[in-house]
């Protein structure tokens, strides 16, 4: 039940802390509070499985967010992702997010989210170099 737990400390409005010391408590793991920590450490431990109708949970947790998830996430069929790999972008909607090709350009010192620790994918076309927020992808 650790990708539960970590799924509900990182979607819950309140009482996060209660569950990330329930997972560490269950793994013998501190990674602290930082819920992105445990989103990544979690898919390099292959033996930490999913229930059987994980792939359900996960679209009623997400339906809470869009109604619309539920037909992205289909129950009790054969993934070719790993369900616990599946995360909620932040975006409010599906399709909420604007297309990239028409964004404004800006530099990375112009934005409040970059750091030296944002994983970025960068596109260079015949001098005209971009980067982009791997988790905005």
Same mark, same amino acid.
């Given at each position: 039940?650790?990708?539960? %737990?970590?799924?509900?400390?990182? =979607?819950?409005?309140?009482?996060? @802390?209660?569950?990330? *010391?329930?997972?560490?408590? %269950?793994?013998?793991?501190?990674?602290?509070?930082?819920?992105?920590? #445990?989103?990544? #450490?979690?898919?390099?431990?292959? *033996?930490?499985?999913?229930?059987?109708?994980?792939?359900?949970?996960?679209?009623?947790?997400?339906?809470?967010?869009?109604?619309? =998830?539920?037909?992205?996430?289909?129950?009790?069929?054969?993934? *070719?992702?790993?369900?616990?790999?599946?995360?909620?972008?932040?975006?409010?909607?599906?399709?909420?997010?604007?297309?990239?090709?028409?964004?404004?350009?800006?530099?990375?010192? *112009?934005?409040? =989210?970059?750091?030296?620790?944002?994983?970025?994918?960068?596109? @260079?076309?015949?001098?005209?170099?971009?980067? =982009?927020?791997?988790?905005?992808?």
């Amino acid at each position: 039940m650790v990708i539960t %737990l970590i799924m509900n400390a990182r =979607y819950r409005r309140n009482g996060d @802390a209660e569950l990330v *010391e329930a997972v560490m408590d %269950l793994t013998g793991v501190d990674l602290g509070s930082d819920l992105t920590d #445990w989103m990544e #450490w979690q898919p390099k431990r292959p *033996e930490i499985k999913t229930f059987g109708a994980f792939d359900a949970f996960k679209a009623v947790v997400f339906g809470g967010i869009d109604p619309n =998830y539920a037909r992205l996430l289909w129950c009790c069929i054969k993934h *070719e992702v790993h369900m616990e790999e599946v995360v909620w972008s932040g975006v409010k909607a599906i399709n909420g997010m604007p297309s990239f090709d028409f964004l404004k350009q800006i530099t990375a010192s *112009e934005t409040d =989210y970059l750091n030296d620790s944002v994983l970025v994918f960068g596109v @260079a076309i015949n001098g005209d170099v971009r980067a =982009y927020a791997l988790r905005c992808l």
